[in-house]
């Protein structure tokens, strides 16, 4: 749910891409940014997409023809970023686990001591399947043995703690319509100092014009060089979802969303639902994926749920079509009035 005051800053004149107040607004959300996602990276702003464009930028310019790419997948975004890597001509190495479930330290230390990757990428919420990964198990041992580090944190970003600099993150995407309770088309994207320095002592192009990173970057920072036609209105939204985030308070953003998902989960549960993640530490927060209880047909819940109340939910992505509900309260939804409302109107339609 996209938050009233980042709708309202949507009607704000549409000024030109070097106008002064949209270059200050611009400037103010990529610090906003770099609080957001925990990091001190000069190189932290919005690409012009959704999240699968910020992914595949991510790709596209960290990933060479030959280069090897290790990538933890337990889930369906996970499998996306294998699927583009190997489009961009890299050797993919999947370590896979049932989906639902987070990978251990040992098991990240044996697959990347075995495979030796450039490129180690991993979800860190997945959306798919609700599983949390924060990459501590996984971003030191890629580093000590030379691999960058990429993580998807499309739905994590502004709900939950992302902490790049902590964690040993180097490349990092997200998206503006989850956890920053915005519209969809920009998705922020951060880069370490150490990764920024290989791309750009890199000789050769990258394989994508539209999403090149340093093209990007010429026009975020001075002298601001055009590259493409930003959206004013976007970037209102999301200079406005990244003000309430600081009115509110990091931490307290995420303690709301935290005691909203518990509120939520524990109501699923006691309808009969049955959460995919067994171990409540490993779950995304704002997101529940759960299976319905016996006899309860997932597609009729949802369309009941449509028709009465207007409430929409998800069913499952890939392999978990038509098995799972995918049900996020984030933003202006991780509120206890807000669940109980869904709670019972899930109720009303089993």
Request: aromatic fraction near 8%; proline fraction near 7%.
């Amino acid at each position: 749910m996209v938050d009233d005051r980042a709708l309202e800053a949507m009607k704000q004149p549409a000024l030109g891409i070097r106008d002064p107040y949209f270059l200050q607004v611009v400037a103010e959300i990529r610090a906003g940014l770099r609080s957001a996602f925990g990091t001190a990276n000069p190189q932290t702003f919005p690409i012009p997409s959704s999240g699968s464009g910020a992914m595949e930028s991510a790709i596209a310019n960290f990933v060479r023809p030959g280069s090897k790419f290790a990538i933890f997948a337990a889930g369906h975004f996970a499998d996306r970023a294998a699927i583009m890597a190997a489009r961009h001509g890299a050797v993919v190495a999947k370590l896979e686990k049932p989906w639902g479930e987070i990978f251990t330290e040992a098991e990240a230390d044996s697959f990347i001591g075995r495979e030796r990757p450039d490129v180690v990428c991993f979800v860190q919420a997945e959306t798919s399947t609700g599983a949390y990964q924060s990459g501590k198990a996984i971003a030191p041992i890629a580093r000590a043995a030379g691999a960058l580090v990429i993580a998807d944190t499309v739905t994590s970003l502004g709900a939950m703690p992302v902490e790049l600099d902590e964690i040993g993150i180097d490349v990092t995407y997200s998206c503006s319509q989850k956890g920053l309770s915005c519209p969809a088309g920009l998705s922020p994207f951060s880069v370490s100092p150490r990764a920024w320095e290989l791309l750009v002592n890199r000789q050769e192009d990258g394989r994508s014009w539209y999403l090149d990173l340093k093209l990007l970057a010429q026009y975020y920072d001075p002298p601001h060089t055009y590259h493409h036609t930003p959206s004013p209105p976007l970037f209102y939204a999301l200079h406005e979802g990244l003000a309430a985030i600081e009115e509110e308070g990091l931490q307290a953003r995420w303690a709301r969303h935290r005691a909203a998902g518990d509120q939520l989960m524990g109501g699923l549960e006691e309808l009969g639902f049955t959460p995919l993640v067994k171990n409540a530490a490993d779950r995304v927060w704002h997101v529940a994926t759960v299976l319905p209880p016996a006899g309860v047909d997932e597609a009729v819940l949802r369309k009941r749920l449509t028709d009465r109340y207007e409430i929409e939910i998800a069913g499952g992505l890939g392999r978990l079509a038509g098995k799972v509900l995918r049900i996020g309260v984030m933003g202006p939804l991780a509120d206890p009035d807000s669940v109980k409302f869904l709670l019972d109107s899930i109720a009303s339609c089993l």
